[in-house]
């Protein structure tokens, strides 16, 4: 009996401080922490949720005979009234308001890596308001495009809009263009937005509690770095929905 | 845990950074200049390749620098990079598949 509590005793098992008897176990093999792990193979999961709404995008934009060209679309721009002729110029701005955000998360890691408190909270400052921004830019952007009459299920941007009537006179459709356009943008463009929304509320509470002086305690600051993972994974399925909405 | 930088560390990190962000404002410059100019006059085909190529290198960089990936362990790497495979067959099927429900609507 004492025997068998003396294996047990040694082999025993805590999680947290693995045991140094040569079976393993006492060095990280990848070199990266279990929070940071685990953030990457989320990521790689909902990569795989965003390709799948991606593939479906594309599979039904090459059944059809025509798309609505993104240049005649996409061409509002907030100031210049509902006759703006500024194609892909609004996006592009958003564009560079969301890769700028990113950027100052990348710099609030590289603070935290110095234990920097206070310029952690400086970049992240501006990373929150840049997302803040992009957010702002994408309500107007689906404001313009409702009004202009796009719905999940009516697409306004007829054939006028490419010059290829003649291809749309044999296939007389209730709607003007593709109906699935609709549903595809809103759809897409909403999961990302919905994706940049939670990630600003998540940065919020890590500049509160960057202040509150939480990480320093801690001697780390490896929660920043999980949250700008995130934040830069929003920005890489930017760069994806950009390529199949607005440039293709 | 914390890996902390040196004062020589920390400098290459934050050039590197301002780098890459550079270079991904200029790709983005370059693809809406073409788009706009060019994406008129030269086909659809090889305007699409180019965006899309452009695109993946935007990719590379954010993974790369900012979520810092190319610092990390190749072992680490190659478990996020291979499961992405799998999209390689996505996109194939799922193209022909379009292409095959537009063949059905459109007999010749």
């Keep these: 009996m004492a025997e068998v509590l003396e294996i047990q005793e040694e082999h025993h098992f805590d999680p947290l401080t693995l045991p140094n008897n040569g079976e393993g176990g006492e060095e990280s093999p990848m070199k990266i922490s279990y929070g940071k792990t685990m953030m990457w193979y989320f990521l790689l999961s909902d990569a795989f949720t965003f390709s799948a709404f991606l593939i479906a995008y594309a599979a039904i934009r090459i059944s059809q005979p025509w798309w609505p060209n993104p240049n005649s679309v996409f061409k509002g721009f907030p100031g210049f009234g509902p006759e703006a002729n500024l194609p892909l110029g609004f996006v592009s701005v958003m564009t560079f308001v969301l890769i700028l955000s990113s950027v100052a998360v990348v710099r609030a890691v590289q603070e935290g890596h110095r234990m920097n408190k206070k310029g952690v909270m400086i970049w992240m400052f501006f990373g929150i308001l840049g997302g803040v921004a992009f957010l702002g830019c994408q309500a107007w952007e689906w404001n313009n495009l409702i009004h202009e009459g796009l719905r999940p299920f009516y697409n306004p941007f007829g054939p006028d809009a490419n010059g290829l009537t003649h291809l749309v006179e044999e296939h007389q459709q209730w709607s003007p263009g593709p109906v699935a356009f609709g549903a595809l943008f809103f759809g897409i463009t909403g999961f990302h937005g919905f994706h940049v929304f939670t990630g600003v509320l998540l940065n919020v509470w890590g500049f509160v509690a960057t202040s509150m002086g939480v990480f320093h305690r801690r001697g780390h600051y490896e929660m920043i770095e999980k949250l700008g993972l995130y934040w830069h994974f929003v920005d890489l399925v930017w760069v994806f929905v950009f390529l199949a909405f607005y440039l293709m | ?108």
């Design chain 2, 1 to 108: 845990m914390a890996d902390h930088l040196s004062d020589e560390q920390y400098k290459s990190a934050v050039s590197a950074v301002w780098k890459a962000t550079i270079i991904l404002g200029v790709v983005t410059v370059v693809e809406v200049i073409a788009a706009l100019i060019l994406g008129p006059k030269l086909p659809k085909v090889l305007m699409n390749s180019f965006y899309a190529l452009a695109s993946f290198a935007k990719a590379f960089f954010i993974v790369g620098e900012f979520m810092h990936l190319k610092y990390e362990k190749r072992a680490f790497m190659i478990s996020l990079g291979v499961p992405l495979v799998f999209l390689v067959w996505a996109i194939i099927a799922f193209a022909s598949e379009g292409q095959s429900w537009f063949l059905m609507n459109h007999p010749k």
